[in-house]
């Protein structure tokens, strides 16, 4: 059992930067692929960012590609979304994933675990 707990949410004007972080629970972290999804109001929750177990790899939704930069810290049990340039249109609930899959299989919606989610809104 894998629990995931995110922080570092918030009220954001436009333009600015946030970093959440995703702490997770038990003694694999690092045999998880990790995401990042999102949900904003009346729509469906859509992947923003993905990293590979070891970290190697990772996978961007086109809307935040060189703006969002996800990495992970097998030490710490921690990943990370460093979210820069905000826009108003970032505003949703942001999920914390874990699964042992591929970016592949998350990307397809295979998911283990989730966490309970952080608000982020940012303002024009």
């Known amino acids: 059992q894998v629990q995931l707990v995110e922080s570092g949410g918030g009220l954001v004007q436009a333009g600015g930067s946030l970093r959440l972080s995703c702490a997770a629970s038990?003694?694999?972290?690092?045999?998880?692929?990790m995401g990042w999804f999102r949900q904003a109001p009346g729509k469906e929750r859509d992947v923003v960012a993905a990293i590979y177990r070891s970290g190697g790899s990772t996978y961007y939704a086109d809307s935040v590609k060189g703006r969002f930069t996800i990495s992970k810290d097998n030490a710490k049990n921690t990943v990370y979304l460093q979210m820069n340039s905000l826009k108003p249109e970032d505003t949703a609930v942001y999920y914390c994933?874990?699964?042992?899959?591929?970016?592949?299989?998350?990307?397809?919606?295979?998911?283990?675990?989730w966490g309970q989610g952080t608000q982020v809104t940012v303002s024009s």
């Open positions: 038990g003694r694999t972290f690092s045999g998880y692929t």
């Open positions: 994933a874990a699964d042992p899959g591929t970016i592949a299989t998350m990307l397809s919606g295979v998911i283990r675990y």
